[in-house]
């Protein structure tokens, strides 16, 4: 069996789950947030953009456009004025009130939208593919997700290790008494990080929508999958989370090679395998590294 496809197929998964768990990382490694809505969120921006798609009959690039600030914003005054309060030493105030607003996403998207599958389109773009020599066909989207994925989280990074506001953030994620008593409001920091997170779960249900078909119980994957990504590439840590995908990218593609039925579950059972043997992730370091 030629194993070189599923492992360029692995690889370019690992890209699409890791634009959906560099949100969870960073909302994680800068203040301990574990959002359990972080994939119903990516839902709720598929509808977004198909809405608007449908409304302005504009690309879902376009859509992406309009949609991706707005998801942000929301993600800003979230933090500031809801999810603020549940910061505390225990992490169960923080994962029951997640867990509320991935019920009521869920719920409102039910009532609105129905459970028929929906899906964005790019028209060819979708299926077009490049030939490569050894009979290889990587698809151009799976392709640029994975390069927008990689791009992204370099970008973060380096706004993180290079510049005075990533320092102030880094900061605030080691120890946010000692920066208040400075004058910076450490919850306005944490506002803006989960705008950042917002923003980039937004990017990922584009990708996801384009993909493949979504309905407004589709987030609970979702959310399975980047949570597995984190933890087996380490909490908090950005490229790490990268690392991690790609694993459990490949663990899906090369097991599905040669169980077709099992792809996903070959992706948990080597998820579990990295938590028995090694729980604190490959790649350690602080939320920002």
């Known amino acids: ?43 709720i921006a598929s509808y977004g953009m198909l809405l608007v798609v449908n409304v302005f009959a504009v690309s879902p690039v376009v859509a992406l456009l309009v949609v991706a600030p707005l998801t942000a914003a929301a993600g800003w005054v979230l933090q500031r004025f809801l999810l603020q309060r549940t910061l505390e030493a225990s992490p169960l105030p923080s994962l029951l009130v997640t867990f509320g607003l991935s019920i009521i996403i869920q719920n409102l998207l039910l009532v609105t939208q129905s459970a028929d599958q929906r899906r964005l389109t790019l ?32 970008a973060l990074s380096l706004v993180l290790q290079r510049t005075a506001y990533g320092r102030l953030i880094r900061a605030v994620s080691d120890d946010a008494e ?60 950005l490229w ?23 792809q996903v579950l070959i992706g948990h059972l080597v998820f579990l395998v990295f938590l028995a043997v090694r729980p604190q992730g490959l790649l350690k370091g602080s939320a920002v590294s």
Request: charged share 5%.
């Open 123 to 154: 028209g060819g773009f979708d299926t077009a593919s490049l030939s490569l020599p050894f009979g290889l066909q990587i698809g151009l989207l799976p392709l640029t997700i994975f390069v927008l994925a990689v791009g992204l989280l370099a």
């Open 1 to 43: 069996m030629n194993l070189l496809d599923p492992i360029v197929q692995g690889v370019l998964l690992g890209g699409q789950y890791a634009l959906f768990a560099a949100g969870l990382s960073l909302l994680f490694g800068v203040m301990r947030l574990v959002n359990l809505a972080h994939g119903d969120v990516a839902v």
């Open 178 to 237: 000692t920066v208040a008593l400075s004058g910076v409001d450490p919850r306005r920091i944490y506002a803006t990080a989960a705008a950042i997170a917002f923003g980039l779960v937004a990017i990922a249900g584009f990708s996801s929508g384009i993909q493949s078909s979504f309905n407004p119980f589709s987030g609970s994957l979702l959310l399975i999958f980047a949570f597995q990504a984190v933890i087996i590439g380490g909490l908090g840590n």
């Open 240 to 262: 790490g989370t990268l690392l991690g995908a790609m694993i459990l990218g490949l663990a899906q593609t090369i097991g599905g090679a040669f169980f077709p039925a099992q």
